[in-house]
């Protein structure tokens, strides 16, 4: 329907408003967002449409007279210099992706409007979405640093680009007095410490310098060149933010090992500045606005960039290093804190935004993002190029803003999913992956609708460091998962609920990680319950308090940083990343779950909790007040619970959850036989000691034994005589088989244990294999010089973390 700008809105706009329950959460701070989205029939911003006039008399017609009122005072406030004559063309229609994004979001130069809490309800109800498209009177050019070296884009790049002409400020900007250049650049220098001194009175998050309680991102329109020859993305990202107090002047950014060429708002050039180069968080780039905003204002900041051949987010290869040795490759990892070696921005999970991109590759690759894709084009600067558009409707934290470039083939495994892969893997992930639409069904049964439209899989190159990334629309996954009989697929099942738990629910500040993880660990043994039983959801369990008791170990039981709720004041979040969130975080909800009358009540209030904090970014504080007040009728059972152990003591948590053991006493049954076995015993063991074990029991087997003092080596050489552990390629048991082996300091596994060590770059094995090798005095001055000469070939990430525990890197 189309709503061609007279003073009143459609009829179907005013039947929408007859409807009982068209608006359930209408109040009067709902009815003011929704007129602000309506605005853009004024000629600014902040001005309400015509629909506001309805508001006024719904609320008379709910016999809301109070509200009413109230609200007519807020209109005409806001009416002042509004002009009832509207300016453009306004559509009302559904987004293409099917969902709708925040108050006025740019998205590929459109905008669409809706309120969170709106759009959540109505995808539990399964309904269409409506969303209010302003289409830009006067584009404003594409930025010029896609094309190096051009002035100006061809008029074919113009479609799409950003319009600043929908976002000018309330207040005209101030005049610049005249002064010397001297005094002009000293009074810049005063502003910008005054600036960084304000953003970081106001500073939330110490893993970050951004201040969003002063500005938030909104929107990120992001147009970039990837090239290979130089190892670095260059490019311009047009944020939209909004002043969240008055008389805002600055905003503070961060950055990491970043070039910075320009800066714009609202298309006038802005001073800027880095500040201090901090040792891990990098550097905090100072915007000095040309004029003022008022709280609420937004405005398009729009920044030319150049990443770093050396950036920590991005992992760059040659032909020679990829499977088919044709071309090269390219992947992102910004998990925690390195969206900033990419591109300035808030790097900070308490700031969502919605984005749009557009990336020019070469012709021959294929470049993903963690968006729904939105087609692709000719370069028009280069006919050996080619450009991918990608739309991500859903506000996400920055951190899950990903990138893959390579020679990449697909095939399909759902009617939502595909999995990506290069040619020489593809088919082998198709068939490792083939159970991902029943987990995605179960988690929606579970936790409530997926709202990310697709859902696809990446199967990356060896070195990914982690065991899979849950970017949105795009999970990354390490080819160490293809053990050929999908035993390892639980991580899949991880990686989807996170589409609900830190994705759509997120962690406010990186001391609150266990939000993320220890939610979606039990949502992740949720689904493993239902497809597999309720038995393999407790073995699973069980496995992960032993993995929480091996980290402990490690770490030490009196390191603050296994403190569920740490402290990260000047700690690098690469360093501290442990299986604590993770496994502590699930152990207390396992807890909790057993507490307050089992699975199904506890899954009553995880659903709750997703649909409450749905789109938001939350701490540890609200998350518990929330189950206060959701299981109000047994607070007497919550008081009992020692919260201040479980959050702030370090160590193993003060109560262990209950297990069923069924599937797990076979395996606690072998591992005592071969602690306790003398000389004279091991002729006992055989193969048939293994028989009817699944290969999660093997893992759990060898887990345990690796909980104990080190085995004799006569023991292991027995071992590998009767088991053959030597010939399974299963990642997680040979894992697990080569600690034993180089604990026991068998010398004839240290090349299987290098081989592995450097193979893959999964950090959840690297790091332990190469930590055991160096404390193997026989096999010290070896792991160093592999570690020296397999490096470069490293993610940057796990090189450093890897130079850390070798003492190479001090």
Known sequence: MVWEGSARPPVQLLELFKCENAFPMCSFSYAAELVNSCSCTASRLDRPGPAGFFFVSFFLRKKKKQTAVQFQRFFLQQLRFHKLEARGRKIFRTSPSGNRTPVSRVTGGDTYHYTNEELYVRSLARSRYIALRTQSAAPRPAPAALHPGRRSPPRAALAGSLSAQNYISQRPPRAALPCSPLRSAEAARGRRSACRARAMAAVADPSSFASPACCLTRHLHLRCRVDFGARALRGAAAFTVRAEREALRCLVLDTKDLQVFKVTVNGQDAKFGFGEKHKFKGTPLEITLPFELRRGQEAIIEISFESSPKSSALQWFTPEQTSGKKHPFLFSQCQATH????????????????????????????????????????????????????????????????????????????????????????????????????????????????????????????????????????????????????????????????????????????????????????????????????????????????????????????????????????????????????????????????????????????????????????????????????????????????????????????????????????????????????????????????????????????????????????????????????????????????????????????????????????????????????????????????????????????????????????
Not at 618 to 637: A, H
């Open 339 to 810: 969206c900033r070696a990419i591109l300035p921005c808030q790097d900070t999970p308490a700031v969502k935004l919605t984005y749009y991109a557009e990336v020019s590759v070469p012709k021959e690759l294929v470049a993903l993002m963690s968006a729904n894709r939105d087609g692709e084009m000719p370069d028009p600067e280069d006919s050996s190029r080619k450009i991918y558009r990608f739309r991500q409707n859903v506000p996400i934290p920055c951190y899950l803003i990903a990138l893959v470039v390579g020679a990449l083939e697909s095939r399909q495994i759902g009617p939502r999913t595909l999995v990506w892969a290069e040619k020489e893997l593809v088919d082998k992930s198709a068939y490792e992956f083939a159970e991902t639409e029943a987990m995605l069904q179960t988690a929606e049964d579970l936790a409530g609708p997926y709202v990310w439209g697709q859902y696809d899989l990446l199967v990356l190159p060896p070195s990914f460091p982690y065991g899979g990334m849950e970017n949105p629309c795009l999970t990354f996954v390490t080819p160490t998962l293809l053990a050929g009989d999908r035993s390892l697929s639980n991580v899949i099942a991880h990686e989807i609920s996170h589409s609900w738990t830190g994705n759509l629910v997120t962690n406010k500040t990186w001391e609150h990680f266990w939000l993320n993880e220890g939610h979606t660990v039990y949502l992740e043994r949720r689904i493993g319950g239902r497809l597999f039983g309720e038995q393999f959801r407790h073995f699973q369990a069980l496995g992960g308090w032993r993995e929480l008791q091996n980290t402990i170990k490690t770490l030490g039981d009196t390191n603050p940083i296994t403190n569920l709720v740490p402290d990260l004041n000047e700690i690098d979040l690469d360093a501290a990343y442990s299986s604590v969130p993770y496994e502590k975080g699930f152990a207390l909800l396992f807890h909790l779950e057993q507490l307050l009358g089992g699975p199904d009540v506890f899954m009553g209030f995880l659903k709750a909790y997703i649909q409450q904090f749905a789109y938001k970014s939350v701490g540890t504080d609200e998350w518990k007040k929330f189950l206060y007040s959701y299981f109000k009728d047994k607070v007497d059972i919550l008081d009992k619970v020692d919260w201040n152990s479980w959050m702030h003591a370090p160590g193993m948590p003060p109560v262990k959850p209950t297990y069923d053991m069924t599937l797990a006493n076979a395996c606690v049954a072998l591992s005592q036989r071969w602690i306790k076995a003398k000389e004279s015993d091991l002729g006992s063991f055989s193969s048939a000691d293994l028989k009817g074990m699944s290969s999660h029991q093997l893992i759990e087997f060898l887990g345990q034994l690796l909980l104990e003092a080190p085995l004799p080596v006569s023991h292991v050489k027995r071992m590998q005589q009767v088991y053959d552990f030597n010939a399974i390629t299963n990642s997680e048991i040979r894992f697990r088989w080569l600690r034993l082996c180089i604990q026991s300091k068998w010398e004839e596994a240290i090349p299987l244990a290098l081989k592995m060590a450097t193979d893959q770059g999964r950090m959840k094995f690297t790091r332990p294999l190469f930590r055991d090798l160096y404390n193997f005095d026989k096999s010290r001055d070896l792991t160093v010089k592999t570690f020296l000469e397999h490096r470069a070939c490293m993610h940057p990430v796990t090189s450093m973390l890897v130079g850390k525990d070798l003492k190479q890197d001090q």
